[in-house]
């Protein structure tokens, strides 16, 4: 007889992970999760992810819910304010915690920080997750019910079924693929270059975003006198970049930023992204939902996406404690998937020109929101996750 499992996870990235604990902690379903890698802290250490993420209030209340926050408390940096400006020109934005009456706009952390925390809670669960690794999804069919899937490990390949399959298989996706969603694609030419600097003094809480000729810099806030850096430029400027050796590509990001926080001291291993849309256009496919990279890969400009994430864990959560229906569940996820896409995409277009009108429409913007209060706020609450 086949393995049958209440849910089966096909991607241990943070979503498909952060989902599978969620479920093991407050629900009684029986849960497979798998992926075609080994899981992030079983790697050496040159191939751990180096990006910062910056997480919002939302997502902070989801991660203490299920107890991992405190596990997080060493690694992560609340974030107090924001500056937003532009290379070259006077106006500026400042966004603080103040504005909105609350603590910290954020906190960030480093990815592989994340990772290893989910990673060992993950071998605390018990015999509630199964977790298969070097696993991979080759074949899926849907029954009425069911879900029937073909896993391949290695040499061997094993039938299981499901009640319900979860996609959390990254922006390429083979199940959204393999059901034909239409889903909406944009390749913003773009690439984004991440890595952490350390710094000669702290940047205490504040995080920066600052508008390029033709990319933006943000740098976020670290513990240790360090921040994380996501210069996004064009992809013939990237690779150029990438060329650099890291003393020259230090001086190239200092000359970008400019001084606020003294000298960049020491950089560490850069990594690189392509920087694409993608966002499906249904995400419930009869006993299949898509979530996380592979319902919506959204420009990081608005530091958003593993946010999003975590907005479709806590969906599910209630849909399969009965506190939404199917039709609610669709409802949610694809409208907030659409918010999201469409603010992120249109920043990234509106920032990546370079033309008088635009210019002068950017510097409005800024003086706009600097001194508007209600704007101010509802950007704040947005970037907060209300
Ligand atoms: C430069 C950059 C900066 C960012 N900054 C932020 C930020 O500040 N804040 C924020 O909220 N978000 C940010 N993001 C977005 C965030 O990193 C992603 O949204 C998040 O990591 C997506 O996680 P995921 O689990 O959905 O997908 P993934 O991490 O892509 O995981 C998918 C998993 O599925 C597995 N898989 C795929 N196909 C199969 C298959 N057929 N069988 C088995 N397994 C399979 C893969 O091996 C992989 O492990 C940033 C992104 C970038 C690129």
Redesign the pocket.
């Known amino acids: 007889m086949m393995q049958h499992y209440d849910i089966a996870i096909?991607?241990?990235?943070?979503?498909?992970t952060s989902l599978a604990l969620a479920l093991a902690q407050k629900t009684t379903l029986n849960i497979l999760l798998?992926?075609?890698?080994t899981p992030g802290n079983l790697l050496p250490k040159k191939h751990l992810d180096t990006?910062?993420?910056?997480?919002n209030a939302f997502s902070q209340q989801l991660l203490a819910q299920l107890g991992l926050w405190e596990d997080l408390q060493d690694y992560q940096q609340a974030i107090h304010s924001i500056q937003i400006s532009e290379q070259g020109r006077f106006a500026k934005a400042f966004l603080t915690a103040n504005d909105v009456k609350a603590q910290a706009l954020g906190h960030v952390i480093e990815?592989a920080d994340l990772q290893r925390v989910l990673q060992q809670r993950l071998t605390h669960v018990g015999k509630k997750i199964t977790v298969l690794d070097n696993?991979?999804?080759s074949h899926f069919r849907q029954q009425n019910h069911q879900v029937q899937l073909e896993l391949q490990q290695r040499e061997t390949k094993q039938l299981i079924v499901a009640d319900w399959l979860i996609a959390?298989?990254?922006?390429h996706s083979?199940i959204r693929e393999q059901l034909s969603i239409p889903t909406q694609k944009h390749d913003y030419q773009q690439t984004?270059i991440?890595s952490v600097l350390e710094l000669q003094k702290s940047a205490e809480g504040q995080a920066f975003e600052r508008f390029l000729k033709n990319g933006v810099l943000a740098l976020l806030p670290l513990t240790q006198q360090r921040c994380g850096s996501?210069w996004v430029a064009p992809t013939a400027t990237a690779t150029t970049l990438l060329s650099l050796d890291d003393d020259a590509y230090r001086i190239a990001l200092q000359h970008q930023f400019g001084w606020q926080l003294g000298p960049f001291l020491k950089i560490g291993p850069r990594q690189h992204?392509p920087l694409q849309l993608v966002l499906a256009q249904r995400v419930i496919e009869q006993r299949t939902i898509i979530i996380?990279?592979?319902a919506h890969t959204l420009n990081?400009i608005g530091?958003?996406?593993?946010?999003l994430?975590l907005h479709d864990v806590a969906c599910l959560l209630r849909f399969f404690k009965n506190e939404l229906t199917l039709d609610q569940l669709s409802k949610k996820l694809i409208t907030r998937n659409q918010q999201l896409a469409e603010l992120s995409d249109r920043t990234a277009r509106f920032y990546a020109l370079d033309c008088g009108p635009i210019n002068l429409a950017r510097q409005l913007g800024l003086f706009t929101l600097e001194h508007t209060d209600l704007v101010k706020n509802h950007l704040i609450r947005r970037m907060m996750g209300y």
């Open positions: 096909c991607g241990a990235g943070l979503v498909g798998f992926d075609s890698k990006r910062t993420l910056a997480l990815i696993t991979q999804l959390a298989d990254s922006s083979f984004a991440v996501v992204y996380g990279n592979a990081p530091a958003q996406g593993l946010n994430g």
